[in-house]
Protein backbone atom coordinates (compact mmCIF):
# COMPACT_ATOMS: atom_id res chain seq x y z
CA UNK A 1 0.00 0.00 0.00
CA UNK A 2 1.11 3.36 -0.81
CA UNK A 3 1.54 6.28 1.52
CA UNK A 4 -0.03 9.68 0.63
CA UNK A 5 2.33 12.19 0.37
CA UNK A 6 1.07 14.58 3.34
CA UNK A 7 1.84 11.56 5.79
CA UNK A 8 5.06 10.75 4.15
CA UNK A 9 5.89 14.23 5.19
CA UNK A 10 4.24 14.42 8.27
CA UNK A 11 6.78 11.15 9.37
CA UNK A 12 10.02 13.03 7.97
CA UNK A 13 9.03 16.30 9.97
CA UNK A 14 8.91 14.25 13.09
CA UNK A 15 11.80 12.65 12.48
CA UNK A 16 13.88 15.44 11.70
CA UNK A 17 12.41 17.43 15.00
CA UNK A 18 13.20 14.39 16.97
CA UNK A 19 17.00 14.52 16.03
CA UNK A 20 17.20 18.18 16.44
CA UNK A 21 15.53 17.85 20.26
CA UNK A 22 18.17 14.81 20.98
CA UNK A 23 20.77 17.30 19.54
CA UNK A 24 19.51 20.40 21.76
CA UNK A 25 19.66 18.12 24.97
CA UNK A 26 22.66 16.55 24.18
CA UNK A 27 24.05 20.15 23.96
CA UNK A 28 22.66 21.33 27.16
CA UNK A 29 24.48 18.31 29.05
CA UNK A 30 27.79 19.61 27.20
CA UNK A 31 27.09 23.25 28.91
CA UNK A 32 26.48 21.90 32.12
CA UNK A 33 29.94 19.76 32.22
CA UNK A 34 32.01 22.55 30.31
CA UNK A 35 33.08 25.32 32.94
CA UNK A 36 35.10 28.31 32.63
CA UNK A 37 37.48 28.85 36.09
CA UNK A 38 37.16 32.22 37.25
CA UNK A 39 39.99 33.72 39.09
CA UNK A 40 39.61 34.67 42.47
CA UNK A 41 41.35 34.99 46.07
CA UNK A 42 43.66 32.55 47.78
CA UNK A 43 41.74 30.32 50.28
CA UNK A 44 42.88 29.01 53.82
CA UNK A 45 42.80 25.13 52.86
CA UNK A 46 41.35 24.28 56.40
CA UNK A 47 38.21 22.50 55.79
CA UNK A 48 36.16 25.13 56.41
CA UNK A 49 34.08 27.48 53.97
CA UNK A 50 34.91 30.46 55.79
CA UNK A 51 32.70 33.88 55.19
CA UNK A 52 33.06 35.40 52.06
CA UNK A 53 36.09 32.97 51.30
CA UNK A 54 34.17 31.07 48.07
CA UNK A 55 32.10 33.48 46.64
CA UNK A 56 34.33 34.23 43.83
CA UNK A 57 34.22 30.53 43.06
CA UNK A 58 31.93 28.87 40.37
CA UNK A 59 29.49 26.41 42.20
CA UNK A 60 28.47 23.48 40.36
CA UNK A 61 25.91 21.06 41.88
CA UNK A 62 27.92 17.62 41.34
CA UNK A 63 24.88 15.66 42.40
CA UNK A 64 21.61 16.12 45.03
CA UNK A 65 24.21 15.84 47.93
CA UNK A 66 27.19 17.03 46.64
CA UNK A 67 28.45 20.68 46.00
CA UNK A 68 31.80 21.74 44.08
CA UNK A 69 33.19 24.54 44.37
CA UNK A 70 36.01 26.20 41.56
CA UNK A 71 38.44 29.01 41.03
CA UNK A 72 41.84 29.88 40.54
CA UNK A 73 44.65 32.55 40.18
CA UNK A 74 47.78 32.78 38.67
CA UNK A 75 49.55 29.56 39.87
CA UNK A 76 46.82 27.50 41.89
CA UNK A 77 43.61 25.77 41.21
CA UNK A 78 41.13 25.38 44.03
CA UNK A 79 38.53 23.10 44.30
CA UNK A 80 36.52 22.41 47.36
CA UNK A 81 34.00 19.58 47.53
CA UNK A 82 30.86 20.20 50.05
CA UNK A 83 28.58 17.02 50.98
CA UNK A 84 25.68 17.73 52.53
CA UNK A 85 26.50 15.13 55.36
CA UNK A 86 30.38 15.52 55.71
CA UNK A 87 32.98 13.61 54.20
CA UNK A 88 35.72 11.25 55.04
CA UNK A 89 37.86 11.23 51.91
CA UNK A 90 37.90 12.47 48.47
CA UNK A 91 39.94 11.39 45.54
CA UNK A 92 40.16 13.79 42.75
CA UNK A 93 41.20 12.78 38.93
CA UNK A 94 41.71 14.75 36.60
CA UNK A 95 42.17 13.31 32.77
CA UNK A 96 45.07 15.98 31.28
CA UNK A 97 44.46 16.12 27.56
CA UNK A 98 47.68 14.45 26.06
CA UNK A 99 48.96 12.69 29.01
CA UNK A 100 47.80 8.95 28.90
CA UNK A 101 48.06 8.59 32.60
CA UNK A 102 44.63 9.67 35.10
CA UNK A 103 46.16 12.20 37.69
CA UNK A 104 44.33 10.62 41.58
CA UNK A 105 44.78 13.44 44.35
CA UNK A 106 43.55 11.49 47.65
CA UNK A 107 42.95 13.36 50.77
CA UNK A 108 41.65 11.50 53.97
CA UNK A 109 43.17 10.96 57.28
CA UNK A 110 46.16 10.70 54.71
CA UNK A 111 47.18 12.51 51.97
CA UNK A 112 48.73 10.65 48.30
CA UNK A 113 48.82 11.07 44.92
CA UNK A 114 49.42 8.17 42.08
CA UNK A 115 49.22 8.21 38.07
CA UNK A 116 47.45 5.51 36.53
CA UNK A 117 44.25 4.18 35.23
CA UNK A 118 40.89 2.41 36.50
CA UNK A 119 41.44 -0.94 37.81
CA UNK A 120 44.88 -1.02 36.94
CA UNK A 121 46.35 2.08 39.91
CA UNK A 122 49.71 1.70 41.25
CA UNK A 123 50.08 1.01 45.22
CA UNK A 124 49.53 4.61 47.25
CA UNK A 125 52.70 5.68 48.22
CA UNK A 126 51.35 8.35 51.17
CA UNK A 127 52.57 11.57 52.03
CA UNK A 128 54.02 11.94 48.14
CA UNK A 129 51.78 14.66 47.31
CA UNK A 130 53.96 17.35 45.18
CA UNK A 131 52.68 20.82 44.54
CA UNK A 132 49.16 20.15 45.60
CA UNK A 133 47.59 20.44 48.94
CA UNK A 134 44.85 19.52 50.87
CA UNK A 135 42.82 19.20 54.44
CA UNK A 136 43.01 15.78 56.12
CA UNK A 137 40.65 14.43 58.55
CA UNK A 138 41.13 15.18 62.54
CA UNK A 139 41.09 12.42 64.56
CA UNK A 140 38.27 12.55 67.22
CA UNK A 141 40.34 9.47 69.21
CA UNK A 142 42.87 6.86 69.12
CA UNK A 143 41.37 4.55 71.33
CA UNK A 144 39.23 3.19 69.60
CA UNK A 145 40.50 5.16 66.66
CA UNK A 146 37.55 7.33 65.23
CA UNK A 147 37.64 10.03 62.62
CA UNK A 148 35.96 13.76 62.43
CA UNK A 149 33.98 13.85 59.15
CA UNK A 150 35.12 17.29 57.62
CA UNK A 151 32.49 19.80 56.73
CA UNK A 152 34.34 20.47 53.27
CA UNK A 153 37.40 18.50 51.42
CA UNK A 154 40.01 21.96 49.90
CA UNK A 155 42.19 21.47 47.45
CA UNK A 156 44.78 23.83 46.43
CA UNK A 157 46.81 22.50 42.94
CA UNK A 158 49.44 23.94 40.96
CA UNK A 159 48.15 24.42 37.74
CA UNK A 160 51.98 23.41 35.92
CA UNK A 161 50.78 19.24 37.42
CA UNK A 162 47.33 19.38 35.42
CA UNK A 163 49.51 20.14 32.21
CA UNK A 164 46.61 21.29 30.08
CA UNK A 165 44.89 24.44 29.59
CA UNK A 166 41.38 22.09 29.43
CA UNK A 167 41.47 18.96 31.69
CA UNK A 168 38.36 16.64 32.44
CA UNK A 169 37.87 16.54 36.97
CA UNK A 170 35.58 13.52 38.52
CA UNK A 171 35.87 12.28 42.09
CA UNK A 172 34.91 10.14 44.76
CA UNK A 173 33.37 11.35 47.87
CA UNK A 174 33.50 8.92 50.42
CA UNK A 175 30.92 9.12 53.40
CA UNK A 176 30.94 7.03 55.93
CA UNK A 177 30.54 3.35 54.13
CA UNK A 178 29.48 5.12 51.16
CA UNK A 179 31.25 5.85 48.45
CA UNK A 180 29.81 8.28 45.54
CA UNK A 181 31.31 8.78 42.32
CA UNK A 182 30.18 13.03 40.95
CA UNK A 183 29.55 14.76 39.24
CA UNK A 184 26.11 12.81 37.89
CA UNK A 185 25.95 14.52 34.76
CA UNK A 186 28.75 15.64 31.69
CA UNK A 187 31.12 13.79 29.58
CA UNK A 188 31.09 9.88 30.13
CA UNK A 189 34.29 8.29 29.98
CA UNK A 190 35.73 5.00 32.01
CA UNK A 191 31.70 4.69 33.14
CA UNK A 192 32.07 7.43 35.33
CA UNK A 193 30.65 11.29 34.37
CA UNK A 194 33.17 13.95 34.06
CA UNK A 195 33.71 17.63 34.13
CA UNK A 196 35.40 19.81 31.68
CA UNK A 197 37.63 22.46 32.91
CA UNK A 198 38.77 25.21 31.06
CA UNK A 199 41.96 27.02 33.10
Given amino acids: MKMKPTKTLFTRVLVVLFILLCDAMSAKVRAVASISIPRGAHVLIDG???????SDARRVAASDSVAI?????????????RPTAGAFGV???FERGEVEAILDLHASAKLGEREGRFGQWPEWAWWNNRDWAANVVRVATFEPREFLADDV???????KRLEARCVRMSADVQKGEETLSIPNQGTERYGRHWLELRL
Fill in 48 to 54: KLGPGEW
Fill in 69 to 81: YLKRDTNYLYVAV
Fill in 91 to 93: DLY
Fill in 153 to 159: KEYQINV
